[in-house]
C-alpha cells in the first residue's frame, strides 16, 4: 500500500491505494468523483480523460501511485458556478446523444481551449483524436468546441 | 482491468534507479509513460513483481544544444518533442514524427525513451532515430556506453539494452541543410503504423544526392535502414524514375509481416509507394 496526496479540483485528497490501482478507478472509487467515465480500459476511448499537471491524459493509464503529488481535474471541476461555456455548448449544439463519450470529449476540448483559445477546425479535429463517439458521428462534438470557443472569447472582452 | 500485483518505487535519481534495476534485474520492470507496458500489465501479458517509476527523476527530461547535436532526455513526452522550437530548427524530422504517434492523450504522456526501448516493431520513433543518424546513451551502475540506432533494434520487443541498463539520452545530429520528413499508411490516423518511412537527404546542385538515410518502421520484425536503397541513390540524380525504381529495393532482404491490416505482398508494395513519395516529399520541403 502507498500513501498518495493529490490535489483534484482544488482540492486536497489523501488515500492510502494498492500499487496497481489505476487512477481512472481511484477518482471513481476512492475520490467518489464518478463523472470521469470508463469506456474501454485500454486507453484507446478517451472517455476517462482528465486534466494531470494541465495536460489532457487517458486516467485508465496511469497508475493512482503515478498521481502523488499531482494536480487534476476532473469533469466535476470545470464549472465555477452553473455550466461551464464547453458544457452549455454541448448541450446548444447537440453534441451529447447517450453521453458516454461526453466528460472525457469535454475534457480534450477544454484542455485545448485552455492552450489556444481561438482554434480553427483542424485543430479542434486534432484535439479529440484521441476520443471515440460512438453516437453524434463528431460534427455537433466540432460544432460546440468551436462555439464555446466563441463564448469564452467574447466573455473575457466584456 | 487491472495489472497483477506489485511492488512499487519512485526513485528520484538515477543512480537510485539503477540500484534497484541491479537487485530485482530480469523480476522488474521500468515505468516511463505506461502507455505500452500499462496495457500489457493490464492483459497480464507482462507481469513484473516490481515496477521502477522514471518519472521522479528530474535530469532525464530536457531538450538540450551539445556542440553540434541535440541531447534529448529518455523522459521527454512527444508533446515536447512536438513543441520544441529547437528541434524544430534543428531536427525537425523528430518533430514530425513525434506529431503523429497516437492522439494527444498519448503524446502527453509517451516517451521518446519508452517508445525506443519498447521496440514496437510499428512503431514511429525508431524510424525516425535511425533516418537522423541519433546515438543513444546506456547506463548501468558500474559505467555507460554508446549505442548506435541501427544497432539498437534487435527484433520484436527487443533492444541492445542489458537487463540492467536503462536507456538515458538520446544524441541527434543537427540536421539544418537536410531534407527531412516521417510519411505513415494507417487505418486511422491514431494507428500504429502499416508501414512508416523516414526520409532525411542531403542535396546537392541539380538534386545529386549527396547523403541519404532512411528508416523503415511496420514492415518487419523492427524497424531498419533499407541499405539496398540507399545505395542505389547515393551520387545519383534524385529523378522520378531513379527513384521509383530504387524504392522497389525498400525491402530488399527483409522479411515483410503479415497480420490482419496487410498481406506482406500489400505491405511490401505499400512500403515502395511511400518510400518514393517520402523522397520526393522531402525533396520539395
Ligand atoms: C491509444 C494508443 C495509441 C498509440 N499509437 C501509437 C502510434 O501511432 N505510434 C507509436 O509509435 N506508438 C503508439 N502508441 C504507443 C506509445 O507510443 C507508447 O507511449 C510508447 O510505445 C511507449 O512509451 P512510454 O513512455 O509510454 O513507455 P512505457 O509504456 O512506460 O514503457 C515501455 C517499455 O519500455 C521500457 N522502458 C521505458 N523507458 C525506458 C528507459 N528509459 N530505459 C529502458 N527501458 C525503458 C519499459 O520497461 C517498458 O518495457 C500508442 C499507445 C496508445 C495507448
Ligand atoms: S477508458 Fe481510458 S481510454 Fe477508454
Ligand atoms: S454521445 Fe454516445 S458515445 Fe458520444
Not at chain 1, 455550466?83 to 447517450?98: G, L, N, R, T, Y
Not at chain 1, 484535439?127 to 466573455?155: D, F, P, W
Not at chain 2, 546506456?138 to 541492445?160: D, M, P, S
Amino acid at each position: 500500500m502507498h500513501r498518495i496526496k493529490l490535489k483534484i479540483n482544488g482540492k486536497g485528497f489523501e488515500h492510502e491505494v494498492d500499487s496497481r490501482l489505476l487512477l481512472i478507478h481511484y477518482l471513481r472509487e476512492k475520490a467518489r468523483l464518478t463523472g470521469t467515465h470508463v469506456g474501454c480500459d485500454t486507453g484507446n476511448c478517451g472517455a476517462c480523460t482528465i486534466i494531470f499537471n494541465g495536460k489532457a491524459v487517458k486516467s485508465c493509464m496511469i497508475l493512482a501511485v503515478q498521481a502523488n503529488g499531482a494536480e487534476l481535474t476532473t469533469i466535476e471541476g470545470i464549472a465555477q458556478n452553473g455550466f461551464h461555456p464547453i458544457q452549455e455548448s454541448f448541450m446548444d449544439k447537440f453534441a451529447v446523444q447517450c453521453g458516454y463519450c461526453t466528460p472525457g470529449m469535454i475534457m480534450s476540448a477544454h484542455a485545448l481551449l485552455l492552450e489556444n483559445p481561438d482554434p480553427n477546425e483542424t485543430e479542434i479535429r486534432e484535439a479529440i483524436e484521441g476520443n471515440l463517439c460512438m453516437c453524434t458521428g463528431y460534427q455537433q462534438i466540432v460544432e460546440a468546441i468551436s462555439h464555446a470557443a466563441k463564448k469564452i472569447g467574447r466573455s473575457e472582452k466584456k | 482491468m487491472y495489472p497483477n500485483r506489485f511492488e512499487y518505487f519512485a526513485p528520484t535519481s538515477l543512480q537510485e534507479a539503477l540500484s534497484l534495476l541491479s537487485i530485482y534485474q530480469d523480476e522488474a520492470k521500468l515505468l516511463a509513460g505506461g502507455q505500452s507496458l500499462l496495457s500489457l500489465m493490464k492483459l497480464r501479458l507482462a507481469n513484473p513483481k516490481y515496477l521502477i517509476d522514471l518519472g521522479h527523476i528530474a535530469d532525464l527530461n530536457y531538450i538540450r544544444q551539445n556542440g553540434d547535436k541535440i541531447a534529448i532526455g529518455a523522459m521527454t513526452t512527444y508533446a515536447q518533442i512536438k513543441d520544441s522550437e529547437l528541434l524544430r530548427k534543428d531536427c525537425p524530422l523528430l518533430v514530425k514524427t513525434a506529431s503523429v504517434v497516437g492522439d494527444v492523450q498519448v503524446r502527453n504522456r509517451g516517451t521518446i525513451g519508452g517508445s525506443l526501448s519498447h521496440a514496437d516493431p510499428a512503431a514511429d520513433m525508431p524510424a525516425a532515430v535511425l533516418a537522423s543518424g541519433a546515438e543513444l546513451k546506456a547506463v548501468h551502475l558500474n559505467g555507460e556506453r554508446w549505442i548506435k540506432a541501427e544497432e539498437f533494434f534487435v527484433t520484436t520487443f527487443t533492444t541492445a539494452l542489458a537487463p540492467n541498463e536503462i536507456l538515458t539520452e538520446i544524441r541527434a545530429p543537427t540536421l539544418a541543410g537536410h531534407k527531412t520528413i516521417y510519411l505513415k499508411a494507417a487505418p486511422r490516423p491514431t494507428d500504429f503504423a502499416i508501414v512508416g518511412i523516414a526520409a532525411c537527404l542531403r542535396l546537392g546542385p541539380n538534386n545529386r544526392c549527396e547523403g541519404i538515410a532512411m528508416g523503415v518502421t511496420g514492415a518487419s520484425d523492427k524497424a531498419y535502414r533499407p541499405q539496398a536503397l540507399e545505395k542505389a541513390l547515393q551520387g545519383e540524380k534524385l529523378d522520378f524514375y531513379t527513384i521509383r525504381e530504387a524504392a522497389a529495393r525498400v525491402t530488399e532482404g527483409i522479411e515483410v509481416n503479415e497480420n490482419i491490416h496487410a498481406s506482406s505482398g500489400f505491405r511490401s508494395h505499400l512500403a515502395q509507394v511511400y518510400t518514393a513519395r517520402a523522397i520526393q516529399t522531402a525533396m520539395n520541403s
